[in-house]
């Protein structure tokens, strides 16, 4: 039973990540190319970033208490299965780094491609992680488990184009360094920055159904069992 309210608490949080990825994007997008109002743009990035920063570190205590623990095993008949510890907990670890870490870069008005390049990785990693599970088929529910895997690692290998953005054009008005190369803080291209923003937010929103439609199928859908 603790398993299933530490998972299903996990699955609440990666929907929330979602949500405020998905929210603090497209602020940002709207107060730097629509309304070209850097400042106020900042200002969303800040507090979103606070935020992910906050969900990174909930999401790391869970994670670290997962890889120190394993508290996930099942007794098979040839013995003791504990490669769901190891399936899980890596790549919320990976998660949890990458939140804290563009959290503390925002705020510090540092470079955010750095962790966009981790991003790029870790999402790489995260896929690896999701095939092997469903080609060992490691959870009962193989496509749910899989597509989140997915979507999440995609989402993450995607936001590397989102950190360039936010070098350039946001963090870059504050900090003109920040920016991988010199360049303007007035994006030269909008519409071509409009449709990458644009596809980064439609992977988070993927990433936020599949993380929803798990959580329906793998956990939320227990606490129907608890009723009368």
Request: no cysteine; hydrophobic share 55%; charged share 5%.
């Given at each position: ?5 530490d ?7 990666l ?6 990825i ?29 935020v992910?920063?906050l ?8 994670a ?7 508290p ?16 899980f ?12 870490a563009?959290?503390a ?5 540092l ?5 966009g ?21 490691l959870?009962?529910?193989h ?11 995609v989402m993450?290998?995607?936001s590397?184009?989102a ?7 946001v ?6 360094s920040?920016?991988?190369?010199a ?5 030269a ?14 992977v ?7 993380a ?6 793998i956990?939320?859908?227990h606490?129907?069992g608890?009723g009368p």
């Amino acid at each position: 039973m603790g398993f299933i309210d530490d998972l299903s608490v996990i699955v609440d949080l990666l929907v929330l990540v979602a949500v405020v990825i998905f929210y603090t994007g497209f602020l940002v997008w709207y107060h730097t190319l629509y309304k070209k109002d850097p400042a106020r743009a900042y200002t969303h990035l800040r507090e979103g970033g606070f935020v992910m920063a906050l969900l990174g570190g909930l999401l790391g205590l869970f994670a670290l208490w997962g890889e120190f623990v394993w508290p996930l095993t099942i007794q098979t008949p040839g013995g003791a299965l504990t490669v769901y510890n190891i399936f899980f907990f890596d790549p919320l670890i990976l998660l949890s780094v990458l939140l804290v870490a563009f959290g503390a870069a925002v705020w510090a008005k540092l470079p955010t491609h750095f962790v966009g390049v981790m991003a790029v990785v870790s999402g790489g990693g995260v896929v690896y992680y999701g095939y092997l599970g469903y080609h060992n088929n490691l959870t009962l529910d193989h496509l749910e488990t899989f597509l989140l895997f997915l979507v999440w690692g995609v989402m993450a290998i995607a936001s590397y184009g989102a950190t360039l953005f936010v070098d350039w054009f946001v963090v870059g008005t504050q900090n003109p360094s920040a920016g991988p190369l010199a360049s303007s803080t007035t994006p030269a291209y909008p519409r071509m920055w409009t449709v990458l923003i644009m596809l980064f937010l439609i992977v988070v929103v993927l990433a936020g159904i599949a993380a929803i439609w798990y959580g329906q199928d793998i956990t939320w859908g227990h606490l129907g069992g608890l009723g009368p």
